[in-house]
């Protein structure tokens, strides 16, 4: 969601449902008693990580894989999430403005707003193994969204996002619905398009869930450019090729 609302640097009280997904914009509170965030306490590891969240927010821009604070990104560091404030530029935030949420949404760190996409950001924690989750609205693999319901096998990296790229059906951004079809459309993958909006992935890491965004605007840059040629169509993979892709990923890169 484009997220234009100016720098909110207030504290959130945010109210939401309850269930498997829902309740993920939580209740995010900063009055004084129980529950009241750790303003400015974030423990070494979350100062790190909130550092490497900013650089990488940053770097979206930077690559033109989000315009303003149309994105979003988020890291887990143990039971809290950090994750961007919504509204703010990434070249403003600096460590004092660590936000992050517990696995129910409720603020924990921080006193800026959490981004309005922290349903799909927590779906993602509570049911897989990911540590890092990259949220664009990155221009080619949103114009994708809108044409197919899943990108077609255009090239072997689509293997490395487990297969081929699912489209999740459109619902209003923030929503609970939003992430309950992503959850779907990310079912053994760790990397999906959104509708009419945009794309998510997610790693073990920051560099992994970002890398992971870069190569599916890629792909889809890839499969736009293709298929505009007059006359001609793309030639596509097979599943069984990018199986055996698949199978030749595992051993890839440095061991030790």
Do not use: F, K
Request: aromatic letters at 4%; proline letters at 5%; one cysteine or more.
């Amino acid at each position: 969601m484009a997220e234009q609302r100016g720098d909110e640097r207030r504290t959130a009280d945010v109210q939401g449902s309850t269930g498997d997904v829902r309740g993920t914009t939580g209740d995010v509170r900063g009055a004084a008693g129980e529950g009241e965030p750790r303003r400015g306490a974030a423990r070494p590891e979350e100062a790190r990580a909130w550092d490497d969240l900013v650089a990488t927010a940053r770097r979206t821009v930077t690559d033109g894989l989000v315009v303003g604070t149309s994105g979003n990104v988020s890291v887990r560091v143990g039971g809290t999430v950090l994750v961007t404030p919504s509204g703010v530029p990434y070249d403003r935030l600096t460590p004092d403005d660590v936000t992050g949420v517990d696995l129910d949404g409720r603020q924990v760190l921080g006193t800026l707003v959490p981004t309005s996409e922290l349903p799909m950001h927590l779906a993602v924690y509570r049911t897989t193994g990911a540590l890092a989750v990259v949220h664009t609205h990155a221009v080619h693999a949103t114009a994708v969204s809108t044409l197919v319901t899943e990108l077609p096998l255009i090239h072997y990296m689509a293997a490395a996002l487990g297969g081929p790229v699912r489209v999740a059906p459109y619902a209003p951004y923030g929503s609970d619905e939003l992430a309950e079809n992503m959850l779907r459309a990310l079912a053994d993958r760790s990397g999906c398009l959104l509708r009419n909006h945009g794309t998510l992935t997610h790693g073990r890491t920051l560099a992994q869930a970002y890398d992971r965004t870069a190569q599916l605007e890629w792909m889809c840059r890839l499969w736009l450019t293709a298929s505009s040629v007059p006359g001609l169509t793309p030639s596509l993979l097979s599943r069984e090729q990018l199986t055996e892709v698949e199978e030749r990923l595992r051993g890839y890169g440095q061991r030790g």
